[in-house]
């Protein structure tokens, strides 16, 4: 049986209530053996026992990254990156597409993709459109997804492959931007960008493979152990997910959000649920989309937008077809999920989640609302008496904190992603990334929650922030929990799982504004050293 390894010297921040406080912890296989003083600690060290002297730096559990799209996330390390922090100008984007174009590469059928722009950010300050993708793609089809990935850009040969015309009205759920002619000017909102991305051929199972590797490298590098995946759509998905777990080569431990339309009907006549699995791959909720994205300005809202009269935002569904699809979910045993940033499409869905859990009470629920980023009181309310858990990306303050300072009022973003409120009501509240939307370094996540910083350096709801413990309680323990795996992970207890992570220094001695200069010096997942610098 291995020896214990042991972690001695530095501060170690359990995220347990029963011990906080510990000096030491000793690691024997997988599992977390000791966790106290030194001396007891010390005990355990035998013959073959590592010993990692942490010499001031911090122990912590891993990071649990709660909302994330890794097979996206690989892939978009293969295509045009247009983040704003990449290519900053609509120029550099032609550029960009201009050089994929003629380096012959048809590995898409011919498209070519980028992902990550900001109009907010790029110095014309809107949207690109069709006719100048068209000056840098030639005849190829082109997609320029938005950070968000609610809207995207098409040329004129991608919508031509769709079969999009002026006379192709606007799906349900979505939106055709055009022109004083009634021309597609190539910007899709939600199911309009679906659409045409439909179009794109989807990787092969060996590709998702090669994607899921190239993830879960950089989660490790990150001090991440745990990520929630946040749409399984296609069963190509979940069997590249499985055949790596089988292999051995999962490179974190993975529950999966089960996509209610595509996947609930096969799964419920199996009778598998949420829970089905084990400690390195699961399957979590059941999911839909309600709304799109508040910097998209696809968020339903249940008032205008400030910079955009007459728009509050997109719906999926209506409401008897939301009600219907959690109703079903619920009784199939799954827990329930949904993407919902606009106040009124959480109404929605807390409209949905009540309903169902009339019908067939469960009190141990935990329903989710993934981003939850537009609240009100009677939201928090009414989250509250639920028992509804919230699912937000701190990160998306930085990252996109200053379109929502455009888009929306000082009131609302006074109650923007409110992880004060939430904490102070008893709601949990699980920390999370949403990567490939925004980087998944979770440091950027901590400096967010507890600074309320925009990366142009203004503060967004400054009374939402929260203390440096509960941003790490976000993205530890309370991720466990969002999955019903507490008693598994999520602190350094004796017993649980010995996934850990070793960083450079004590986040709680860092000045706030300094969090993001923290890094991972060491990752240990199930007990075995998977990074080190």
């Known amino acids: 049986m291995p020896s214990p390894a042991t972690d001695l010297n530095g501060p170690i921040l359990t995220v347990d209530d029963v011990r906080p406080r510990a000096d030491g912890v000793a690691l024997l296989g997988n599992r977390i053996l000791r966790v106290g003083d ?3 600690v010390r005990a355990e060290i035998g013959p073959g026992t590592r010993v990692v002297d942490l010499a001031g730096r911090a122990l912590l559990p891993g990071f649990n990254d709660n909302h994330t799209h890794p097979i996206s996330y690989g892939e978009s390390l293969t295509t045009i990156d247009a983040r704003p922090t990449a290519i900053p100008t609509l120029a550099g984007i032609q550029a960009a597409f201009r050089a994929a174009a003629s380096d012959g590469d048809d590995r898409r059928d011919g498209w070519l993709i980028a992902r990550g722009y900001d109009d907010t950010r790029l110095d014309v300050h809107r949207h690109p459109t069709r006719w100048e993708l068209d000056a840098a793609t030639g005849n190829r089809p082109a997609l320029l997804i938005r950070t968000c990935a609610h809207l995207a850009v098409a040329n004129s040969a991608a919508l031509a492959r769709a079969g999009v015309t002026r006379e192709t009205p606007d ?3 979505g939106r055709f931007d055009r022109d004083e002619h009634g021309e597609p000017t190539g910007v899709l909102r939600e199911t309009a960008k679906a659409m045409v991305q439909g179009h794109v051929p989807a990787p092969t199972r060996a590709q998702i493979k090669d994607h899921l590797r190239a993830a879960g490298a950089r989660f ?7 990520v929630g995946e946040a749409a399984i759509r296609t069963s190509d998905e979940l069997a590249a997910y499985q055949e790596l777990a089988a292999a051995g080569e999962l490179a974190v431990r993975v529950f999966t959000m089960m996509l209610i339309d595509e996947t609930l009907e096969p799964l419920a006549k199996l009778g598998l649920r949420t829970g089905f699995g084990d400690a390195w791959l699961r399957i979590g909720p059941a999911k839909l989309f309600q709304d799109g994205s508040g910097g998209g300005r696809t968020a339903a809202m249940s008032v205008d937008y400030r910079n955009d009269p007459g ?11 939301l009600d219907e699809r959690f109703a079903r979910a619920h009784a199939a045993g799954f827990q329930l999920s949904a993407h919902a940033i606009g106040d009124r499409a959480i109404g929605m869905v807390l409209d949905a989640y009540e ?15 993934e981003h939850c980023g537009l609240c009100t009181p009677a939201i928090l309310d009414r989250m509250a008496r639920l028992g509804v858990l919230a699912v937000p990306q701190p990160s998306f303050v930085f990252e996109l904190g200053d379109s929502y300072r455009e888009n929306f009022t000082p009131e609302q973003l006074a109650l923007s992603y409110p992880a004060r409120a939430w904490c102070d009501r008893g709601i949990v509240a699980a920390g999370s990334s949403d990567v490939p939307v925004v980087g998944c370094d979770p440091f950027v996540g901590l400096r967010s929650a ?20 509960e941003a790490v309680r976000m993205f530890t323990l309370n991720g466990a929990y969002a999955s019903f795996e507490e008693t598994l992970k999520g602190s350094i207890t004796e017993g649980k799982l010995a996934d850990l992570v070793v960083l450079d ?8 504004e300094d969090l993001h200069t923290l890094r991972a010096e060491m990752t240990i997942s199930d007990g075995r050293v998977v990074f080190e610098r």
Do not use: C, K, W
């Open 450 to 469: 507890v600074t309320r910083l925009t990366r142009d350096g203004q503060r967004m709801g400054p009374e939402q922030a929260v203390t440096i413990e």
């Open 38 to 40: 030194a001396a007891t």
């Open 505 to 512: 220094r004590d986040p709680r001695a860092v000045p706030a």
């Open 355 to 369: 309903a169902a859990l009339a019908a067939d009470p469960r009190p141990d629920h935990r329903a989710r609302i």
């Open 171 to 173: 799906p349900a759920g």
């Open 220 to 226: 490790l590098g990150y001090g991440i152990t745990s």
């Open 311 to 321: 728009n509050r935002g997109i719906t999926i569904y209506d409401q008897p077809a």
